[in-house]
């Protein structure tokens, strides 16, 4: 026992010189994570839900109206509203975990927003009344199939006017597809506020967690926007051969660019916590700020966003199609892909590990 | 020389009881079956072996390949069953042979999903192939009654116990270093994640916990086999053993590991503590008839296992190995924690939080193109994780892309990396050479220059 003793003698005393020597300006300030989870589902995901229920709601009765008598000022009306849903959604993309991934042919997101339409497949549906949406087919419906068939690229409205008018399964499948859109997000909807309790309550930081899922599903969500909203169109995914602008998302509405722009910005409210009504809440940047380095990166993250932003509104404007902008100055939209590439390192490698956050979805096996 | 050389024999062949070695099998085989069944039902099987499009290959054994899904889990069904007959000493030879060719098949098919604790398991395994621990308290001899021992030489028991020394020392040597003593460096950025652990979460906010922690793992690591060998405290370090790896395994996400180790250490207990052990197991379960004073009259020590100069100067290799393996790193320049180079088969166990980010650009020189990879076109989260972490992984993925995209001959693709990796939560830095053309590079042991300076 003597040895035992010795031993421990030795240790406190190596600690105690090691915790008075050798640290510098810690912080013992801990971080309440409940209260970012609690943050983060009552200030951006519920609200945001709801909206994106309430606009898809509102599009689904406007298409009713629309099919059943088809008006050019309808059809208007229609796209208006196609417009802010689709907006209203993208700012629950990033939430694609918990209710967003518990559809039985899949995630909420690949089933309202997988793009680009299979304009072919929906073609045929629609000849053979087919609107049953429970299967794999995700490229057939959702915010971007009611995009291929609600707007023209050269802004013809007449020609949509008159598809309706000659077309009644055409009518029939809008507003099939508008009524599946309505009660997928009503569905989240409902779905997060009882799981909201669950979220909030399970506060730890290992696999499954759900910090660890909000971080995970934050970081696919910028990749997307990088991988898929820009690089896809500009022709920078592997295998590609030139770019292809028909490629991006929302290319018959055209406004892709204005949805770009909306999904680097929840992506940054998120980081940064800001409420849907842009009060503060409590976002990763609070939780950095509390953890050692944590400041440093902030003010590199941020710094990156600014410059982000500042991109994204010099070179992708919302009066021009970025399909066009594709064609006629690629520099600029890769200019944007650039900026978007380079905030990656600091939500991918810098953030999780100073967080502590476990990124794998399942706990590991030892080490 | 050869005096010395007899000396060793003769230790080495001391019979002494079986009983610690005995229980080790029970223990061993049982946390196997454990373990085994627990990566069923968690769905691992499906998640690491069947889901990846890709898998990354230890050096040397590209050749090792992922079996059909229903192969794998044949597999997997077969390795219970031989963990069974380890527990139950049942066909013993013939198991533990089956268990370490299986576990092992399956620890080669993915580098990402490298575990020091897995190589321990291929080891242990490897080690239980030559001990005859089947030779008491097992099915083998209820069957077989006449090949009872009392006894093994003094190797069969050393042997174990040098392979726990290694693991734990080498564990704890590793932690020697600046970021672990002086900065609590990983554990001040891990242990505060923890604060919602029950009862003792609380404490986890403050560092001087952390620096508590640090220092009492190195200590605990490079010295618990030494309080477990002498006679005065194995009892007590015992105890700290279980206190360790329990509280371990609530702190951190290491599966059934701490189970095994705290089964493992049982073999530096006192002979008699087992002795009686298996006498109340052995008294309690009438159908084992072998009493132990059958036992006592009936055996001999025997020579077990053709026991020549050839045999022990291949244990002497083994050992040699296993202290010269881990050491491999001083050949390199820099860093390990940086490169990686010689993290495997090292007992780096939890030292360092490495994150990184990794994008990979193809150019295809004729058509003067350049493509970005979304890597979870090919890789699973875990894949990816690894992958950004370790320069080797990053250079086989390379190939793989090229290998995936060359569709003609005469295509001219090159293949870059933009990537970055952070340290314990130190900012992030550019971690290989981006101008470089990897397809252009073959993975070696010699040091990889591509693999940028970290003070750069």
């Known amino acids: ?367 | 020389m050869f005096a010395c050389w007899e000396k060793i024999l003769n230790m080495a062949q001391k019979p002494v009881s079986i009983a610690p070695l005995v229980i080790f099998r029970v223990l061993f085989g049982a946390a196997m079956t454990l373990s085994t069944c627990r990566f069923w039902t968690l769905g691992w099987i499906h998640e690491h072996f069947i889901q990846p499009k890709f898998m990354f290959k230890y050096f040397g054994f590209g050749w090792v390949e992922v079996a059909p899904s229903w192969v794998m889990y044949l597999i997997h069904a077969i390795m219970i069953l031989s963990s069974l007959g380890i527990l139950f000493g049942f066909f013993y030879r013939f198991f533990t042979i089956l268990f370490f060719i299986l576990f092992t098949y399956i620890f080669l098919l993915d580098a990402t999903y490298y575990l020091n604790h897995y190589y321990f398991v291929c080891l242990m395994t490897f080690i239980l192939c030559f001990l005859p621990a089947n030779a008491f308290f097992a099915i083998d001899i209820y069957l077989n009654p006449q090949k009872i021992q009392k006894t093994v030489p003094f190797w069969c028991i050393f042997i174990i116990q040098f392979q726990l020394a290694v693991t734990y020392i080498y564990a704890g040597l590793v932690k020697i270093n600046y970021d672990w003593l002086f900065l609590a460096l990983p554990l001040k950025i891990w242990l505060p994640a923890q604060d919602k652990i029950p009862i003792i979460g609380f404490i986890f906010k403050y560092s001087f916990v952390a620096y508590l922690f640090s220092w009492v793992g190195m200590l605990y690591d490079l010295s618990i086999v030494l309080w477990l060998s002498l006679k005065k405290t194995k009892n007590v370090a015992y105890l700290i053993v279980i206190l360790f790896h329990i509280l371990t395994g609530i702190l951190f996400q290491i599966g059934i590991f701490p189970l095994v180790m705290i089964f493992c250490t049982t073999i530096f207990l006192d002979a008699n503590l087992h002795k009686k052990i298996l006498a109340i197991f052995i008294t309690t379960f009438y159908f084992i008839k072998l009493k132990i004073e059958d036992i006592k009259k009936n055996v001999v020590c025997r020579k077990y296992f053709a026991a020549n100069n050839f045999f022990f100067i291949s244990i002497g290799f083994y050992i040699i190995a296993q202290i010269l393996i881990p050491l491999r790193f001083l050949f390199y320049d820099e860093s390990i924690f940086w490169t990686d180079e010689g993290y495997r088969f090292s007992w780096r166990v939890m030292l360092a939080e490495k994150s990184g980010s990794v994008t990979f650009y193809i150019t295809d020189k004729q058509k003067k193109r350049t493509w970005i990879v979304d890597n979870r076109d090919f890789l699973t989260i875990h894949q990816e994780k690894q992958m950004a972490i370790q320069p080797d992984f990053i250079l086989q993925y390379a190939h793989f892309l090229y290998d995936s995209y060359k569709k003609n001959k005469n295509d001219e693709l090159e293949i870059k990396v933009e990537s970055f990796l952070s340290i314990n939560g130190r900012a992030s830095k550019l971690y290989i050479d981006s101008t470089l053309n990897l397809a252009s590079l073959e993975e070696t042991f010699s040091q990889k220059n591509w693999v940028l300076n970290s003070k750069n």
Not at chain 1, 63 to 70: M, R, T
Not at chain 1, 79 to 85: D, E, G, M
Not at chain 1, 246 to 263: D, F, N, R
């Open chain 1, 1 to 367: 026992m003597t040895l035992q003793l010795k031993i421990a003698v030795l240790l406190v005393l190596s600690v105690f010189i090691a915790s008075c020597g050798g640290d510098s300006g810690s912080s013992d300030a801990q971080f309440d994570r409940t209260s970012m989870l609690k943050s983060t589902a009552e200030n951006i995901i519920l609200p945001n839900a709801a909206e994106a229920a309430a606009k898809a709601n509102a599009l689904n009765s406007e298409l009713k109206s629309f099919v059943a008598a088809p008006t050019g000022e309808g059809l208007t009306k229609v796209q208006n509203a196609w417009k802010s849903a689709f907006l209203a959604y993208i700012n629950i993309t990033p939430f694609n975990f918990g209710p967003g991934e518990n559809g039985l042919v899949g995630d909420l997101l690949s089933n309202v927003a997988t793009f680009p339409a299979n304009t072919g497949a929906i073609e045929e549906r629609i000849v053979k009344k087919n609107v049953n949406f429970n299967d794999f087919a995700r490229d057939t419906r959702g915010f971007l199939a009611l995009d291929y068939l609600l707007f023209d690229l050269k802004n013809d409205n007449s020609r949509i006017l008159e598809s309706f008018k000659s077309s009644p399964e055409r009518g029939a499948y809008v507003a099939a597809l508008a009524q599946h859109l309505a009660s997928n997000l009503e569905d989240f909807n409902t779905k997060w506020a009882s799981y909201q309790k669950e979220f909030v309550a399970n506060n730890g930081t290992s696999a499954g967690s759900s910090i660890s899922l909000l971080y995970n599903e934050f970081v696919r969500s910028y990749e997307a926007v990088k991988n898929f909203k820009v690089a896809l169109p500009l022709g920078k995914r592997p295998g590609q051969l030139t770019a292809a602008p028909q490629l991006v998302e929302a290319y018959y509405s055209g406004i892709s660019s204005e949805a770009v722009k909306a999904h680097v910005a929840i992506i940054e409210k998120i980081w940064k916590g800001v409420s849907k009504d842009s009060e503060k809440a409590i976002g990763f940047e609070a939780y950095l700020l509390t953890v050692e380095g944590g400041k440093a990166l902030t003010e590199q993250t941020k710094l990156q966003q600014e410059t982000l932003a500042r991109t994204i509104a010099a070179e992708l404007p919302t009066s021009e199609r970025l399909s066009l902008l594709i064609e006629t100055k690629p520099a600029s939209v890769e200019k944007v892909l650039t900026e978007l590439q380079k905030g990656i390192r600091f939500y991918k490698s810098d953030m999780s590990s100073l967080l502590g956050i476990s990124i794998t979805y399942t706990s590991g096996d030892g080490d």
